[in-house]
């Protein structure tokens, strides 16, 4: 998770690399066709070089030929021998030029045929030459012979010429064709070049910008970064709380600063290590930390949370919780994060929250036992006494008064509300604690046991008990049913006096609008069982009252009771999350409402 | 049907108890010799006595010092010799634990210490002259606590 976070970083930078590629095959295709068009350009100015070189020294060898004709001719009107240089030198120098005419066209097979013929028709003329020299020089000098001589010799260089000028024809033709080919290879170049500069500056172009906004990016990533770290710093001294990093690959170990200060330093005043850390823990749960390690190595899903104890630099005793997982960042190098957390003050509250809640436990289940006990012994003596009285009034009872029978009466009724007060707390304390074993019953099941748990009184007091349906419902049956015997008995014992008592049991179903401040549940469907009655009600103002423990609105020897029967309801009502409550009218009859949650 | 006395033995730590107690089969108009003992401990060894007579009817208090009726129930139902006397539990409570727990460990009635003379003397005489073929027969839950 944390890793992915860079990757549209990476995507550009792999998108660069792709750029500069492109850029490097851009410019080594330049380099390449200015090569090109640089050696086109010394290619045909080396032929152009080539060609008049050898137009030169064929334009050199008709000068020669020309000069030695001349030079005799002149030796012939003159008889001076200064004339006959040429003539005599004009076979060492055309040789001389063949030579080089050769050497030059020696590539050029047409060329070098062409220079056989010119070779040819040069000998021709020349012995024609040494021809006409004899006769000028022999003494029988013939003027026809001359003339004939003359004349061959003139059409001998006519054909030279011609040949010669043929050949720089050729010549000529030959570097028109090629001088074409490059020209045509040339004029493309600078095009190409063109484009390809132009094509590589938007490349650079638009490299600049994206790296550009790598850099942006960067550089607020790193703003951020730098903002969290500091968030995070001071989260953690507020938290009490430091991470740290381990990398694997390079046993690299950093600590958050906040780490120095959990074990009592000054940030970075020591070499990170997982050995130093050791050292700091309790040498007891050092193995706890070294199998946590372990574990975080091969489960690489689940972070892993431990707990040990620390022992800090100034020697107090702290606790830790760390918790580690194993991650691998985006150049597959494994680092394990984690975080310590000091909840020394946590662990403390806690132990001391345990033991006081050990201890009212305790205190409960003493007072439960108490409870038990106090009113099972309290019954022994009481039943025992009861027992004697029944024994005396009947035995005795002829020779007892009647003011020590009425006594005996009252001790026998006092006895009598004793025995209701114990047995009332019993069934107060049984309310309390006892397993709360919830079922799905039938509540119409449980009101016909609480009527026949009630039937002498009933019968007694010649009530009526008008009941609508009731549901099926998950509550605990033998509460519920004392719920109903509690109710309806308090209807029967607060009937009025000259009315014939009637109990309705009403049931209806409601959502749940106005918060009562007592709901324990936060169901949002509740079932009403409503009891109404006929009997002597009792102000509203005491409708909170008659729920609390022992408080009575009667006399004790106006309505017998212990005032605990009406907190049974209530704690009953309140295990089943629900909550009761009354409405009375005096002389009229009271209503309590009961609300179960569905 | 039956020849001789009723044996009848009572195993209770409260010396008021045992006097009722007593005092009440006296005025019972049935035939029956009781026999007291003042805890657990003393009735086991009562019980284990060589050549003791066996009581028809034991009535075990459940809270007695030493050894509770709950412990003399389990060792008299687990004891060859004994098992098959019939066991009346006679406690002060009733609560649904106490009921529950005795009849599954095979008491055959539980009643409950009434707080008056007649009363105790009636359920003593149902106790003794209960069809005690039908009640050891197969336990019946439904009859286990004995009203007067």
Redo the contacts between chains.
């Keep these: 998770m944390v890793f992915n976070k860079y990757k549209p970083i990476f995507n550009s930078s792999f998108f660069l690399s792709i750029i500069f590629v492109a850029a490097l095959f851009i410019l080594i295709f330049i380099s390449g066709v200015s090569y090109r068009y640089t050696t086109s350009l010394t290619d045909s100015s080396t032929l152009m070089v080539h060609s008049y070189k050898i137009r030169s020294e064929l334009e050199q060898l008709v000068n020669y030929l020309k000069d030695a004709e001349s030079g005799q001719r002149g030796y012939i009107l003159t008889r001076d021998s200064l004339f006959l240089r040429p003539f005599l030198s004009v076979r060492e120098k055309i040789n001389k030029s063949f030579t080089t005419l050769k050497v030059l066209s020696k590539n050029n097979f047409q060329q070098q045929k062409n220079l056989d013929s010119l070779y040819t028709l040069i000998n021709l003329r020349i012995a024609i030459l040494y021809n006409t020299h004899d006769i000028s020089n022999s003494g029988t000098f013939n003027q026809d012979r001359m003339v004939e001589s003359q004349v061959r010799g003139e059409q001998k260089t006519t054909l030279v010429r011609e040949q010669v000028n043929d050949m720089i024809d050729f010549e000529l033709m030959y570097l028109k064709v090629h001088q074409g080919l490059f020209e045509h290879e040339i004029s493309w170049s600078p095009l190409y070049t063109l484009l390809l500069l132009l094509f590589s500056l938007l490349v650079f172009i638009f490299a600049y910008f994206q790296i550009n906004r790598d850099i942006k990016k960067l550089k607020n990533s790193n703003e951020e970064l730098s903002i969290a770290y500091e968030a995070i710093s001071h989260a953690e001294e507020i938290g009490e709380f430091s991470s740290w990093q381990w990398h694997l690959d390079s046993n690299e170990f950093k600590y958050s600063d906040n780490q120095y200060r959990l074990l009592g330093y000054e940030p970075r005043s020591f070499e990170s290590s997982l050995h130093k850390f050791l050292e700091f823990v309790h040498p007891q749960d050092r193995h706890i930390l070294l199998e946590s390690v372990e574990r975080i190595m091969n489960e690489r899903v689940e972070p892993t949370t431990v707990f040990f104890r620390v022992l800090r630099k100034d020697g107090q005793l702290r606790y830790f919780k760390s918790i580690g997982k194993l991650f691998t960042d985006a150049s597959l190098k494994k680092i394990i994060i984690g975080i310590h957390w000091d909840i020394t003050e946590q662990h403390l509250n806690r132990i001391s929250l345990e033991e006081r809640n050990r201890e009212l436990e305790q205190s409960n289940s003493e007072l439960a036992t108490f409870n038990h006990i106090a009113s099972h012994d309290l019954q022994e003596p009481l039943r025992i006494i009861q027992t004697y009285i029944s024994r005396i009034s009947e035995k005795e009872v002829v020779n007892m008064s009647n003011t020590t029978i009425g006594y005996f009466g009252r001790i026998q009724a006092s006895i009598e509300r004793i025995r209701i007060l114990i047995n009332d707390l019993l069934l107060y304390s049984r309310t309390n604690r006892g397993e709360r074993n919830f079922e799905l019953v039938d509540l119409n099941n449980l009101l016909e046991n609480a009527k026949a748990e009630l039937v002498q009184t009933i019968e007694d007091k010649n009530a009526v008990i008008h009941a609508d349906p009731l549901p099926q419902m998950n509550v605990i049956p033998f509460q519920i049913q004392q719920l109903f015997i509690n109710l309806i008995g308090n209807s029967l014992k607060f009937c009025k006096a000259g009315r014939d008592p009637v109990i309705r049991i009403t049931c209806d179903q409601l959502v749940h609008k106005n918060n009562k401040p007592d709901l324990v549940s936060t169901a949002k469907n509740y079932t009403r069982i409503s009891i109404q009655d006929n009997g002597m009600g009792f102000d509203q103002q005491y409708a909170e009252n008659i729920f609390i423990l022992f408080h009575r609105l009667h006399l004790k020897n106006e309505y017998p009771g212990s005032g605990i029967g009406l907190s049974i309801c209530k704690k009953i009502v309140k295990n089943h999350g629900g909550y009761i409550s009354a409405q009375g009218i005096p002389e009229v009859g009271a209503t309590f409402d009961v609300f179960l949650p569905n | 049907m039956q020849k001789g006395p009723i044996r009848v033995l009572l195993a209770d730590d ?1 010396e ?2 045992r006097l ?1 107690f007593q ?1 009440a089969f006296k005025e019972i108009k049935l035939k029956t010799k009781v026999h007291l003992v003042n805890d657990g401990v003393e009735l086991m060894q009562y019980l284990s006595q060589a050549g003791a007579v066996k009581p028809h009817v034991l009535f075990l208090d459940l ?1 007695m010092p030493r050894k509770n009726g709950m412990v003399c129930l389990d060792e008299i139902r687990n004891h060859e010799g004994l098992k098959d006397i019939a066991v009346v539990i006679y406690s ?2 009733a609560s ?1 634990e106490d009921i529950e727990e005795t009849f599954v460990r095979g008491a055959n009635v539980y009643i409950r ?6 009363e ?1 003397k009636k359920i003593l005489e149902k106790v003794i002259t209960i069809n005690w073929q039908y009640h050891t027969s197969g336990l019946n839950k439904e009859n286990f606590l004995l009203s007067f």
């Excluded at chain 2, 210490?113 to 007649?118: A, E, G, Q, R, Y």
């Design positions: 409260d008021d108890d009722l005092d809270n002060t409570s649904d210490k009434p707080n008056n003379f007649n105790l």
